[in-house]
């Protein structure tokens, strides 16, 4: 595999917290390689650091030590400002309760990332959100308020949110976590028709019979990664 097809290039991560009863080794040396279209899971038992290890690769947070690099960016040497306009263009973040903003339209939610980045004109904007709607099935609830929508509902227009700048990575943190198995499996089709079109995409989930549907898996063990590899466990 050459660099540049390396969407995720980790080396040696750390990350510690401070606990009021000492350090809290979150992650330790954690070595990851994802190349380009991969859909990889990511499993542990509460507490273990999937979450930190999410949160090194959006930028979200940055590691005690180690080397982060995203598609050629290494994070480490952007400062807070360029850090957001980069992970606003280059990855989607999807969380397990939606956070959409709750006085906001379907579709102004959809629009918010484009209103960052400015990668669209104002005018292009509402045309591209609305196809974006309209490819999770939700074309018809864009005027509404995300609290009128069913939970499954929410997380498709999270899902077209992240999709909004068009970014190579997205990343869910337990994703369906907070859905029904039926809205679960709508959303899960979602995340493989973005891996068919050519994106990246990493999740959490602790939900089985989905992970053996994921092509990679990796464990995260009291902050260690282990990389089952490519092949179904
Ligand atoms: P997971 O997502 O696997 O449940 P996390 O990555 O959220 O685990 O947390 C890993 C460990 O780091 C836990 O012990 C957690 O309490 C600790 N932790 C996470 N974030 C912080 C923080 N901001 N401050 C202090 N400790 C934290
Ligand atoms: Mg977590």
Redesign the pocket.
């Known amino acids: 595999m050459t660099k540049s097809e390396l969407v995720i290039d980790l080396k040696k991560v750390d990350k510690t917290?401070d606990?009021p009863a000492g350090p809290?080794h979150?992650l330790r040396s954690v070595d990851l390689q994802v190349a380009s279209g991969e859909f990889v899971g990511v499993r542990?038992p509460?507490?273990?650091?999937?979450?930190?290890l999410l949160n090194m690769i959006t930028g979200i947070d940055r590691p005690t030590n180690g080397d982060v690099n995203i598609a050629g960016v290494l994070l480490n040497d952007l400062n807070e400002n360029k850090l957001a306009r980069w992970r606003g263009k280059n990855v989607g973040v999807i969380f397990q309760f939606f956070q959409l903003l709750p006085t906001l339209t379907i579709i102004e939610n959809t629009m918010l990332p484009m209103d960052f980045c400015r990668v669209w004109k104002p005018r292009e904007r509402p045309e591209r959100a609305m196809h974006l709607l309209d490819q999770v099935g939700l074309a018809d609830q864009a005027y509404k308020l995300p609290n009128t929508l069913s939970g499954g509902q929410q997380q498709r227009a999270a899902i077209a949110r992240a999709l909004a700048n068009d970014p190579p990575l997205v990343m869910g943190d337990e994703p369906t976590g907070n859905l029904d198995s039926k809205a679960a499996d709508k959303v899960f089709y979602l995340f493989e028709e973005l891996v068919k079109q050519g994106k990246t995409f990493m999740m959490v989930t602790h939900n089985v019979d989905l992970s053996s549907r994921i092509p990679r898996v990796v464990d995260?063990l009291d902050g260690e990664l282990f990389d089952n590899g490519n092949g179904r466990q």
């Open positions: 917290f606990g809290i979150a542990g509460s507490g273990s650091g999937k979450s930190t995260v």
